[in-house]
């Protein structure tokens, strides 16, 4: 009888999230045939050519007619969204709704820039960059989360390692290196805070998570006003890390400016993208790490130190949020800002879970959030019509969106943020 019940439970779940889906493809495909307002005879134009050190990248410009773009694919939207509540697109209908909701942006930056030139190779170079901080987040999310303890203080050691990596920056003969390695072990201290308290102490992860976060913002806004406002010379880190070009491949059209002429710690993210995954999979280690996530009990049982585990996997995470502080303040703008971070932690949460707690998929979601937040910059000078506070809500927005599970339910360790106790069932 429960089993038949759990059935049902489970069809209905899936009849309603394919109506869901139908109905948003539907409402999203009748606010895009608006756009089609003032659009008739004109074109936009994509500048995909670039400028990097002084040497320019030739790529002919994409020109697309306006009108017929945005009616013909807000079209094919609609009808996506009849079919989907007909028949359903089934194991395709997340990539269907990435899709369509991926052509909707698009469509709107065809409708922003008509009439007008706009550069979107620009575009996606900033859009990596906005990405790699949040990308860092979501990794440090993971190493944390996949030995089964919750770390939302992942704002607060990204703050804090900004601040000191900013600071020993500017006393230091203006040294990188050790910016960058401070700012690494400021994390690591506060994750040694977290995993203590979490650990030892079994004190509420959201609770001990949330208390860095206010440490943080206490502990660097006190000494920004009382010593680096007085003193510049203690917040002024100059130079910032410079772009390294790898050869050859940097002057590949598009792809070279984005992939291939950024800073150093873009490819050190994205080396790290693909560690971990390497990592989880195909490891002894990692393994262990997942099996403590999953079932701390029966990992004990077969031998492996829980506790160990979870410490080390804590300290990594604190290393990683450091590492993003530090470069979101030495890496990129040369000095510290009160609350730097903006939210930056809590985006790499959302791009985690988005990801399903995989860094592939915690990578895309990031992308996807650095993607809003730098185009809510361009569209502001575009002067589209639309307030900048509007066009500012859209990387949370699209946070919002992940966290209420509509692009489809997310499964976390099942440990994840329960403290284990060495004896108890």
């Not at 659009?39 to 306006?66: C, E, H, K, N, Y």
């Not at 390692?161 to 990188?176: D, E």
């Not at 790290?272 to 195909?282: A, C, D, E, G, K």
Request: net charge positive; proline share 4%.
């Amino acid at each position: 009888m429960s089993q038949a019940v759990s059935i049902n439970n489970i069809a209905q779940s899936g009849i309603r999230r394919r109506l869901t889906v139908g109905i948003f493809l539907l409402v999203e495909a009748a606010v895009l045939l608006l756009l089609l307002i003032g659009t008739s005879g004109m074109v936009s134009t994509f500048v995909l050519a670039s400028q990097r050190a002084g040497v320019d990248i030739p790529a002919p410009d994409l020109v697309i007619p306006s009108f017929a773009t945005i009616l013909v694919v807000s079209i094919l939207i609609g009808l996506a969204g009849v079919w989907q509540i007909i028949k359903g697109f089934k194991k395709y209908t997340n990539t269907v709704l990435i899709t369509c909701i991926s052509l909707g942006i698009l469509l709107f930056l065809i409708w922003a820039t008509r009439g007008k030139s706009f550069n979107m190779t620009g575009m996606l170079v900033s859009s990596v960059i906005s990405a790699t901080p949040i990308a860092l987040a979501a990794l440090s999310g993971i190493y944390s989360e996949r030995s089964g303890v919750v770390n939302i203080g992942i704002e607060g050691m990204m703050l804090f390692g900004s601040f000191v990596s900013v600071v020993v920056t500017s006393t230091t003969h203006h040294s990188l290196i050790l910016g960058f390695v401070t700012g690494i072990l400021a994390g690591v201290l506060l994750g040694a805070l977290h995993a203590l308290l979490t650990i030892r102490y079994r004190v509420n992860q959201i609770i001990s998570g949330t208390g860095i976060i206010i440490l943080a913002l206490g502990i660097t806004n006190y000494f920004y006003r009382a010593f680096l406002n007085p003193i510049p010379s203690l917040n002024n880190s100059s130079p910032i890390l410079a772009s390294l070009p790898i050869p050859l491949l940097w002057r590949i059209p598009v792809l070279g400016p984005i992939l291939f002429n950024q800073s150093p710690v873009i490819y050190i993210m994205f080396f790290l993208i693909l560690f971990t995954h390497f990592f989880y999979n195909y490891t002894k280690w990692g393994l262990r790490i997942r099996s403590v996530g999953e079932n701390p009990k029966a990992a004990d049982t077969l031998g492996i130190n829980v506790f160990t585990m979870r410490y080390i996997s804590v300290l990594v995470s604190g290393a990683i949020a450091g590492f993003a502080g530090a470069y979101m303040s030495i890496g990129q703008i040369g000095f510290f800002q009160e609350s730097m971070s903006a939210g930056k932690g809590f985006l790499g949460l959302a791009a985690m879970i988005f990801g399903n707690w995989n860094p592939g998929g915690a990578l895309l979601g990031s992308i996807i959030f650095g993607f809003f937040d730098s185009w809510q910059n361009k569209l502001s000078i575009l002067q589209v019509g639309i307030p900048s506070e509007f066009l500012a809500m859209a990387p949370y927005i699209a946070t919002m969106i992940v966290l209420a599970g509509f692009i489809g339910r997310s499964r976390m360790p099942a440990a994840d943020g329960t403290p284990y106790k060495k004896g108890e069932a």
